[in-house]
Protein backbone atom coordinates (compact mmCIF):
# COMPACT_ATOMS: atom_id res chain seq x y z
CA UNK A 1 0.00 0.00 0.00
CA UNK A 2 1.31 3.18 -0.82
CA UNK A 3 2.20 5.36 2.35
CA UNK A 4 -0.54 7.80 3.42
CA UNK A 5 -3.19 6.28 1.41
CA UNK A 6 -5.98 5.04 3.26
CA UNK A 7 -8.50 2.13 2.58
CA UNK A 8 -11.46 4.92 1.14
CA UNK A 9 -8.21 6.04 -1.16
CA UNK A 10 -8.08 2.63 -2.54
CA UNK A 11 -10.90 2.10 -3.58
CA UNK A 12 -11.25 5.25 -4.60
CA UNK A 13 -14.50 6.66 -2.44
CA UNK A 14 -15.18 8.72 0.13
CA UNK A 15 -15.48 8.60 4.16
CA UNK A 16 -18.80 8.85 3.78
CA UNK A 17 -19.47 6.26 0.70
CA UNK A 18 -22.43 4.22 1.50
CA UNK A 19 -21.85 0.45 1.15
CA UNK A 20 -23.33 0.04 -2.44
CA UNK A 21 -20.90 2.52 -3.24
CA UNK A 22 -17.84 1.06 -1.91
CA UNK A 23 -18.84 -2.76 -3.41
CA UNK A 24 -20.09 -1.06 -7.08
CA UNK A 25 -16.12 0.62 -6.60
CA UNK A 26 -14.80 -2.85 -5.45
CA UNK A 27 -16.29 -4.72 -8.54
CA UNK A 28 -14.74 -2.63 -11.26
CA UNK A 29 -11.61 -2.40 -9.53
CA UNK A 30 -11.67 -6.20 -9.31
CA UNK A 31 -12.40 -7.20 -12.68
CA UNK A 32 -9.72 -4.58 -13.76
CA UNK A 33 -6.79 -6.01 -11.62
CA UNK A 34 -7.72 -9.69 -10.69
CA UNK A 35 -4.96 -11.62 -11.81
CA UNK A 36 -6.77 -14.13 -13.68
CA UNK A 37 -8.23 -11.45 -15.71
CA UNK A 38 -3.86 -10.37 -16.43
CA UNK A 39 -4.32 -8.05 -13.46
CA UNK A 40 -1.85 -6.90 -11.35
CA UNK A 41 -1.97 -9.22 -8.37
CA UNK A 42 -0.29 -6.76 -5.65
CA UNK A 43 -2.95 -4.43 -6.50
CA UNK A 44 -5.71 -6.60 -6.28
CA UNK A 45 -4.35 -7.72 -2.72
CA UNK A 46 -4.72 -4.54 -2.05
CA UNK A 47 -8.29 -3.64 -3.20
CA UNK A 48 -9.84 -7.03 -1.58
CA UNK A 49 -7.91 -5.89 1.72
CA UNK A 50 -9.56 -2.72 1.82
CA UNK A 51 -12.73 -3.64 0.77
CA UNK A 52 -12.85 -6.69 3.44
CA UNK A 53 -12.32 -3.72 6.31
CA UNK A 54 -14.55 -0.97 4.72
CA UNK A 55 -17.90 -3.78 3.80
CA UNK A 56 -18.10 -5.12 7.14
CA UNK A 57 -19.82 -2.36 9.27
CA UNK A 58 -17.92 -3.34 12.67
CA UNK A 59 -14.73 -3.16 10.77
CA UNK A 60 -15.20 -0.09 9.14
CA UNK A 61 -16.52 2.05 12.51
CA UNK A 62 -13.10 0.68 14.28
CA UNK A 63 -11.26 1.63 10.98
CA UNK A 64 -11.90 5.11 11.00
CA UNK A 65 -12.26 5.75 14.55
CA UNK A 66 -7.95 4.43 14.34
CA UNK A 67 -8.24 7.35 11.47
CA UNK A 68 -9.75 9.62 14.03
CA UNK A 69 -6.88 8.99 15.86
CA UNK A 70 -4.47 9.81 13.64
CA UNK A 71 -3.33 6.51 12.11
CA UNK A 72 -2.35 5.96 8.65
CA UNK A 73 -1.83 2.98 6.65
CA UNK A 74 1.58 1.42 6.70
CA UNK A 75 3.72 0.91 3.66
CA UNK A 76 3.33 -2.95 3.67
CA UNK A 77 0.33 -3.80 4.91
CA UNK A 78 -3.57 -3.72 6.85
CA UNK A 79 -2.35 -0.83 9.30
CA UNK A 80 1.35 0.00 10.45
CA UNK A 81 3.19 2.41 12.42
CA UNK A 82 3.64 6.38 12.43
CA UNK A 83 0.48 7.01 14.78
CA UNK A 84 1.62 10.81 14.74
CA UNK A 85 3.74 12.67 17.46
CA UNK A 86 2.25 13.85 21.00
CA UNK A 87 1.22 10.83 22.27
CA UNK A 88 3.43 8.10 24.09
CA UNK A 89 3.85 4.71 23.17
CA UNK A 90 1.63 4.09 26.34
CA UNK A 91 -0.85 6.24 25.91
CA UNK A 92 -1.37 4.23 22.05
CA UNK A 93 -1.55 1.23 23.58
CA UNK A 94 -4.61 2.17 25.85
CA UNK A 95 -6.41 3.81 23.10
CA UNK A 96 -6.13 0.77 20.29
CA UNK A 97 -7.20 -1.55 23.55
CA UNK A 98 -9.82 0.30 23.92
CA UNK A 99 -11.01 0.22 20.66
CA UNK A 100 -9.63 -3.33 19.55
CA UNK A 101 -10.16 -5.19 22.71
CA UNK A 102 -7.96 -7.33 21.62
CA UNK A 103 -7.77 -9.46 18.61
CA UNK A 104 -11.32 -8.12 18.36
CA UNK A 105 -13.09 -8.72 14.98
CA UNK A 106 -9.85 -8.43 13.42
CA UNK A 107 -8.01 -11.77 14.43
CA UNK A 108 -4.23 -12.85 15.29
CA UNK A 109 -2.66 -11.64 12.30
CA UNK A 110 -4.40 -8.14 12.92
CA UNK A 111 -4.15 -7.70 16.21
CA UNK A 112 -0.09 -8.86 15.83
CA UNK A 113 0.40 -5.69 13.75
CA UNK A 114 -1.23 -3.42 15.88
CA UNK A 115 0.49 -4.37 18.89
CA UNK A 116 3.49 -3.59 16.86
CA UNK A 117 2.33 -0.18 16.09
CA UNK A 118 1.74 0.83 19.59
CA UNK A 119 4.90 -0.76 20.91
CA UNK A 120 7.07 1.00 18.65
CA UNK A 121 6.68 4.23 15.98
CA UNK A 122 7.25 2.80 12.59
CA UNK A 123 6.77 -0.66 13.36
CA UNK A 124 5.70 -3.26 10.48
CA UNK A 125 2.20 -4.20 9.90
CA UNK A 126 1.00 -7.51 10.33
CA UNK A 127 -0.50 -8.58 7.15
CA UNK A 128 -3.86 -10.60 6.17
CA UNK A 129 -3.76 -14.32 6.03
CA UNK A 130 -4.19 -15.97 2.81
CA UNK A 131 -7.32 -17.48 2.73
CA UNK A 132 -9.19 -19.74 0.00
CA UNK A 133 -12.54 -18.90 -1.52
CA UNK A 134 -15.91 -20.13 -1.10
CA UNK A 135 -17.41 -23.07 -3.31
CA UNK A 136 -20.48 -22.08 -5.20
CA UNK A 137 -23.12 -24.21 -6.17
CA UNK A 138 -25.56 -24.90 -8.87
CA UNK A 139 -27.87 -27.32 -10.36
CA UNK A 140 -28.43 -28.93 -13.86
CA UNK A 141 -32.08 -29.77 -14.59
CA UNK A 142 -31.00 -32.94 -17.03
CA UNK A 143 -33.60 -35.41 -19.28
CA UNK A 144 -34.02 -39.03 -17.78
CA UNK A 145 -32.93 -39.66 -21.61
CA UNK A 146 -29.51 -37.49 -21.29
CA UNK A 147 -28.85 -38.86 -17.77
CA UNK A 148 -28.78 -42.50 -19.37
CA UNK A 149 -26.50 -41.72 -22.10
CA UNK A 150 -24.59 -38.84 -20.66
CA UNK A 151 -24.51 -35.17 -22.11
CA UNK A 152 -22.72 -31.81 -21.55
CA UNK A 153 -24.03 -28.55 -20.95
CA UNK A 154 -22.79 -25.18 -21.09
CA UNK A 155 -24.01 -23.23 -17.41
CA UNK A 156 -23.58 -19.36 -16.64
CA UNK A 157 -23.17 -18.25 -13.31
CA UNK A 158 -21.89 -14.94 -11.22
CA UNK A 159 -18.80 -14.90 -8.89
CA UNK A 160 -20.45 -12.66 -5.66
CA UNK A 161 -17.60 -10.79 -4.79
CA UNK A 162 -17.68 -8.99 -8.05
CA UNK A 163 -20.55 -9.65 -10.24
CA UNK A 164 -19.15 -11.02 -13.13
CA UNK A 165 -20.36 -13.99 -14.84
CA UNK A 166 -18.41 -16.87 -16.07
CA UNK A 167 -19.28 -19.81 -18.52
CA UNK A 168 -18.61 -23.17 -17.67
CA UNK A 169 -19.21 -26.83 -19.74
CA UNK A 170 -20.72 -29.36 -16.99
CA UNK A 171 -20.02 -33.18 -18.34
CA UNK A 172 -22.56 -34.83 -16.80
CA UNK A 173 -21.90 -38.59 -17.44
CA UNK A 174 -24.05 -41.66 -18.37
CA UNK A 175 -25.85 -43.11 -15.34
CA UNK A 176 -25.82 -39.63 -13.52
CA UNK A 177 -28.55 -40.02 -10.80
CA UNK A 178 -30.88 -37.17 -9.45
CA UNK A 179 -28.96 -35.39 -6.87
CA UNK A 180 -25.48 -36.21 -8.08
CA UNK A 181 -22.25 -34.11 -7.22
CA UNK A 182 -20.03 -32.81 -9.92
CA UNK A 183 -17.20 -30.70 -8.16
CA UNK A 184 -14.79 -28.28 -10.76
CA UNK A 185 -11.49 -27.23 -8.98
CA UNK A 186 -11.03 -23.58 -8.75
CA UNK A 187 -13.74 -22.13 -10.60
CA UNK A 188 -15.96 -20.91 -7.53
CA UNK A 189 -15.32 -17.55 -4.93
CA UNK A 190 -12.17 -15.81 -5.67
CA UNK A 191 -9.59 -15.97 -2.44
CA UNK A 192 -8.76 -13.27 -0.31
CA UNK A 193 -4.53 -12.01 -0.02
CA UNK A 194 -3.62 -14.36 -2.75
CA UNK A 195 -5.53 -17.50 -1.49
CA UNK A 196 -6.48 -20.30 -3.41
CA UNK A 197 -9.57 -19.96 -5.38
CA UNK A 198 -12.94 -22.13 -4.69
CA UNK A 199 -14.46 -24.96 -5.77
CA UNK A 200 -17.89 -24.83 -8.06
CA UNK A 201 -20.02 -27.78 -7.21
CA UNK A 202 -22.80 -28.64 -9.51
CA UNK A 203 -25.53 -31.08 -8.30
CA UNK A 204 -27.22 -33.04 -11.35
CA UNK A 205 -31.37 -32.64 -11.23
CA UNK A 206 -32.38 -36.09 -13.31
CA UNK A 207 -36.20 -35.99 -14.37
CA UNK A 208 -38.19 -38.84 -14.07
CA UNK A 209 -38.87 -40.66 -16.96
CA UNK A 210 -42.61 -41.82 -17.77
CA UNK A 211 -41.88 -45.63 -18.38
CA UNK A 212 -38.35 -46.44 -16.49
CA UNK A 213 -37.78 -45.86 -12.45
CA UNK A 214 -34.48 -45.92 -11.04
CA UNK A 215 -33.26 -48.13 -7.67
CA UNK A 216 -29.63 -47.18 -7.65
CA UNK A 217 -27.96 -48.12 -10.42
CA UNK A 218 -30.65 -50.57 -11.20
CA UNK A 219 -33.33 -49.49 -13.78
CA UNK A 220 -36.75 -50.98 -13.82
CA UNK A 221 -40.47 -51.02 -15.85
CA UNK A 222 -43.69 -52.25 -15.46
CA UNK A 223 -44.76 -54.16 -17.98
CA UNK A 224 -48.79 -54.72 -18.58
CA UNK A 225 -49.54 -58.44 -19.47
CA UNK A 226 -52.69 -60.54 -19.66
CA UNK A 227 -53.66 -63.47 -16.93
CA UNK A 228 -53.24 -66.08 -20.20
CA UNK A 229 -50.03 -64.67 -20.86
CA UNK A 230 -48.96 -64.63 -17.41
CA UNK A 231 -50.20 -68.43 -17.01
CA UNK A 232 -48.56 -69.61 -20.34
CA UNK A 233 -45.57 -67.56 -20.66
CA UNK A 234 -45.50 -65.15 -23.67
CA UNK A 235 -42.41 -62.94 -24.77
CA UNK A 236 -42.84 -59.13 -24.90
CA UNK A 237 -40.46 -56.33 -26.81
CA UNK A 238 -39.80 -53.59 -24.56
CA UNK A 239 -37.97 -50.29 -24.91
CA UNK A 240 -34.83 -49.64 -23.43
CA UNK A 241 -32.76 -46.88 -21.87
CA UNK A 242 -31.55 -44.43 -24.21
CA UNK A 243 -33.34 -46.25 -27.09
CA UNK A 244 -30.09 -49.03 -27.29
Known amino acids: MAAGKTFYDILGVSKSASDKEIKSAFRKLAQKYHPDAGGDEAKFKEISEAYETLSDEKKRKEYDQMLMFGGMPGAGGAYGGGYGAGAGASGWGDIFDSIFSGNGAWGSD ?34 AEDA ?14 TGEQQTITVSVPAGAVDGGKLRYKRRGEYGVAGGERGDLVVT ?12 GADVTMEVPISVYEAALGCTVDVPTPGGA
Open 204 to 215: THVEEHPLFKRK
Open 148 to 161: FRGVTHKVTYRIPS
Open 110 to 143: WGSGFAGAAGAAGAGAGRSRARKGGDLSLTVDVT
